[in-house]
């Protein structure tokens, strides 16, 4: 296990309302979509869990049952199964439920990221936390939160992570303006500016859903007024911390140039399933040899 030092408290917000993958997120949490075996929200989790965060704290909404569900045991189908004396599919749902110490609060009003992270207060209190979006998936041979976490201690701030897109992509995300560090292996964040116009992107680093925060971002956050899409931005009270003065001001980043995938685009979606589906013990084999043939039939 990696280890994320004294900082313990993770939140990972869920409360979107999946909109991009209806209908099929009609009736249950786009969280809870299958990549490969497993839900999404679960290898979030996992990531938490395996860099060493022992308390999380999801925030949810409405029609969110399923991901309290899919976290808590199952007596009646774990009896079922170990009846049956199957061994495998008995341990992989017992997985789930064994990753760690999860408590819910609802967001309410889907008032955007800030206000969801805003839920976390009185959980969180007075200490740095960390941040998981759901709908992106960082490889699990890949390190960052363990990284963050010691670049945080380091600052005293907060930590962002960043990562290199195609600059005709930067408008889907939060950019960043930096400054190199000397002898760090991070950077200083100058400003942030939330899904910019190409031509008004200060760079082509792309804000990721990945944070390491100060407590002092709570005092922000009820003070940030709505901003993109009339939603509390967490990147508009990350901007403020950057230009702050004093105990838990300042904002770092680490730049990330490992694998993520993002669950919340189909395209993305498609590519995280067969990414991991073909690195899989028991699929890979098969998908690697049906992939070949299907590639070679597109081209003829």
């Known amino acids: 296990m990696t280890n994320a030092s004294s900082i313990t408290k993770a939140v990972i917000p869920a409360a979107g309302l999946g909109t991009r993958f209806l ?15 497993k839900p999404a929200i679960q290898y979030v989790v996992a990531e938490a869990v395996k860099a060493g965060f022992t308390d999380l704290l999801m925030i949810t909404g409405r029609n ?8 808590d045991r199952v007596p009646s189908l774990e009896g079922s199964l170990e009846a049956k004396g199957d061994d495998e599919k008995l341990e992989a749902i017992r997985e789930a439920t064994r990753l760690g110490d999860i408590h ?36 699990e041979r890949d390190e960052l939160l363990s990284v963050m976490a010691a670049v945080q201690l380091k600052t005293g701030g907060s930590v962002i992570a960043l990562m290199e897109v195609e600059p005709e992509q930067i408008s889907a ?4 303006n930096v400054v190199a560090v000397e ?24 804000v990721i859903g990945r944070y390491l925060l100060h407590p002092r971002v709570f005092e922000v956050l009820e003070h940030t007024a709505p901003g993109r899409g009339n939603e509390i931005q967490l990147t508009d009270a990350l901007q403020e911390l950057a230009a702050a003065e004093g105990d838990g001001a300042g904002v770092h980043a680490v730049v990330f140039r490992g694998r993520r995938y993002d669950t919340g685009d189909k395209l993305s979606y498609l590519q995280a399933n067969i990414t991991l589906a073909v690195d899989h013990e028991d699929l890979g084999p098969g998908l690697k040899s049906w ?3 299907f590639v070679a039939d597109l081209d003829d």
């Not at 969110?64 to 976290?71: C, I, Q, V």
């Not at 209190?125 to 998936?137: I, K, N, R, T």
């Open 23 to 37: 209908p099929a997120t009609k009736a249950m949490p786009k969280e809870m979509l299958p990549v490969v075996d």
């Open 64 to 71: 969110k049952r399923a991901l309290e569900d899919h976290f």
């Open 291 to 293: 992939l070949k043939d």
């Open 183 to 206: 002898g760090g292996d991070f950077v200083k964040v100058l400003g942030l500016v939330e899904k910019p116009a190409v031509e008004d992107a200060p760079s082509n680093l792309a």
């Open 173 to 176: 995300y939060g950019c960043a």
């Open 104 to 139: 819910y609060v609802r967001q309410g009003d889907p008032r955007g990221l800030g206000h969801a992270v805003l839920c976390a207060k009185k959980h969180v209190g007075h200490e740095p936390f960390a941040v998981l979006l759901g709908d992106d998936l960082i490889d």
